[in-house]
């Protein structure tokens, strides 16, 4: 057995896969972060979650999301087939976890974009596999600021999302690392230094370390 695959003069070992979990207050960033770090690593891939909530003009249904009726989504949740779920601002938001269990153990990384309820669950289920992340804004006033930028939601649904932030928030203790996102080049890169520093824990490549190493010594 080869432990390790040589690409471009460096060895890479054999690994489980990372389940990236981002999370922050609504219009905090972690969506324009999920979506860079998707474009720019061809290592992990997104978690497509369902929701019953109606399909903004900007999204694209099986992209962003799978937009489901509400009986269907309860349906999946009381079989066992999420990982997550949750109700988020009157909606429901959740993760299929067959493909998920596939992903990882065929050694790719999944990125999670969910609320902190989601996020808990997660860890719950599969702590091992979890790197989990709370993004958070600068200050509130430019929270207000980007959700009225993004021009996606009506005043109300902004009002909402501004008051439950602030419950949110109390929540970062719950995850293992914390990043502000006042600069988006610079949070960007304190994301991609943890998904690489949980790609090399000792946990995901024990099997194949033990391997390497026996090469070494045989």
């Avoid at 080869?2 to 609504?26: D, E, F, K, N, Y």
Wanted: proline share 4%.
């Amino acid at each position: 057995m080869t432990a390790g695959v040589q690409t471009t003069g460096h060895t890479r070992l054999a690994r489980r896969g990372v389940m990236m979990v981002i999370s922050s207050p609504s219009g905090a960033g972690k969506g324009t972060l999920s979506r860079l770090l998707l474009e720019q690593d061809k290592e992990i891939e997104l978690s497509v979650s369902v929701t019953t909530r109606p399909r903004r003009p900007s999204e694209i249904d099986g992209i962003h999301y799978h937009f489901i009726e509400k009986r269907r989504f309860l349906s999946m949740a009381e079989d066992g087939d999420l990982l997550e779920w949750a109700e988020v601002h009157g909606n429901y938001y959740g993760t299929p976890r067959a493909k998920v269990e596939e992903a990882l153990a065929a050694g790719r990384d999944v990125l999670f974009d969910v609320d902190w309820q989601g996020a808990a669950q997660i860890r719950e289920r599969m702590e091992e596999d979890v790197a989990a992340i709370f993004i958070l804004p600068p200050t509130m006033a430019e929270l207000r600021s980007r959700l009225h930028r993004r021009a996606e939601d009506p005043e109300d649904a902004i009002e909402r999302r501004l008051f439950n932030a602030r419950s949110e928030l109390q929540e970062w203790p719950r995850f293992d690392y914390v990043v502000i996102n006042d600069d988006l080049d610079g949070a960007f890169t304190d994301l991609k230094a943890i998904l690489r520093a949980e790609r090399l824990k000792r946990e995901r490549i024990s099997g194949a370390v033990a391997d390497f190493i026996a090469e070494l010594l045989g």
